[in-house]
């Protein structure tokens, strides 16, 4: 099969406008730590909050605690028994490898990158407003909204009374 690339797919004067690139290639996270069942205490709870009786008078919410580290986490996002423990044994794993690997860890690397997107993202916009306003005040001359015939945003070219 033949490879073009995707410029010469488009039509002609439209690739100056548009650039052509790979994603940019992320290291893959680590894996996800597995805690043996054998170092977990799992019990089941009555939830409290908001939710009336369907919460109140189910053994709905988990409480998980890791007893090498005495970590503990409660969890009852859901109605669902099993889906309330499984949560909660992601949130328990999630710190137990926080606490041993640090800066290492798979929740450490995730808020790392979406720093440092929001960074770009913020940086690429304090740009575009920079260009645009030094754009504008030399071509105009004025500020946006200000045409100097005084019009404040009425029909042009109508009289008073006659709108």
């Known amino acids: 099969m033949l490879r073009r690339p995707l410029s010469s797919l488009l039509p002609r004067g439209i690739s100056k406008f548009f ?46 605690s890791h ?5 503990v986490v409660k969890s009852q ?25 640090g800066d290492q860890s798979r929740t450490s690397i995730k808020a790392d990158r979406a720093r440092k997107k929001k960074a770009s993202k913020v940086k690429k916009s304090r740009r575009k407003y920079r260009d645009l306003e ?5 071509a105009s001359g004025g500020r946006d909204g200000e045409d100097g015939g005084g019009n404040q945003g009425g029909v042009v070219g109508a009289e008073e009374g006659k709108v």
């Open 19 to 64: 650039s052509v690139s790979a994603p940019l290639a992320n290291k893959p996270l680590p894996p996800r730590l597995k805690l043996p069942d054998a170092d977990l205490t799992v019990s089941y709870l009555k939830g409290s909050g908001p939710g009336g009786q369907k919460i109140n008078k189910t053994n709905s919410a988990v409480q998980i």
């Open 67 to 71: 007893k090498p580290t005495g970590i």
């Open 77 to 101: 996002a859901t109605r669902s028994q099993s889906q309330n423990e499984k949560i909660a044994r992601q949130l328990l794993a999630e710190r137990v490898e926080h606490l041993q690997k």
């Open 134 to 138: 030094g754009g504008e005040l030399g």
